[in-house]
């Protein structure tokens, strides 16, 4: 049976997990995440970027959230951008999951969960994501919640070492 999936606030104490998970992944992840500095993967500097994250929170432009399996946490799933003017109500989501809980659906339940808290909790109408053109577990994630793709943004974002084009998605909230 799989595990149960739940997605909450990010907390200072998540920092010791996420540090972990991202220095033990660091190599898995290379192809798809953008490098990171050295206190990236540590407990303290992950620590300091969970104060920046919960201080853009309370300035109402991120929400950043973390995912957990039977309650241990094993990814991120950030609501970013957030622009909640009337005439706009959008915002950017992005995740991780761990490879030790990887391909067992938590990716794409975490996404649904996101959507609810952009819809319900932020009052969002339109939310987008990118993918490079090679993730194809990260589009399968998008497509399974409703997205669609609707551009490729050139060289728009550098990974290993090489700028790559990314893949636009785009779902509508109401
Ligand atoms: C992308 C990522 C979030 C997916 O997380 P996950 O929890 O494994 O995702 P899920 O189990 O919910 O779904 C993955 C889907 O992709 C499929 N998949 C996995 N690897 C695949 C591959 N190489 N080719 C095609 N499909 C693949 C799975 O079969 C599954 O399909 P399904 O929805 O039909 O069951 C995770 O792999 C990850 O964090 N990768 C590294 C960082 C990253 O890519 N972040 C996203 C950047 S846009």
Known sequence: MSSRTTVRLIETADAAPIAAHRARDVEAFRRWEPAQPAAFFTPEGQAERIDRLLAAHRAGTVWPGVVLADGEVIG??????????????????????????????HAGRAVGLALKVMADELGLHRVEASTN??????????????????????SSILLDGRWHDSLLWERLLE
């Open 133 to 154: 053109l090679d993730n194809l577990a990260s589009q399968h994630v998008l497509r399974r919640n409703g997205f669609s793709s609707y551009g490729v943004a050139h």
């Open 76 to 105: 991120q799933a950030t609501v970013s951008g957030i622009l909640p003017q009337p005439h706009l109500r959008r915002a950017s989501l992005g995740y991780w999951i761990a490879t030790t809980a990887q391909n067992q659906g």
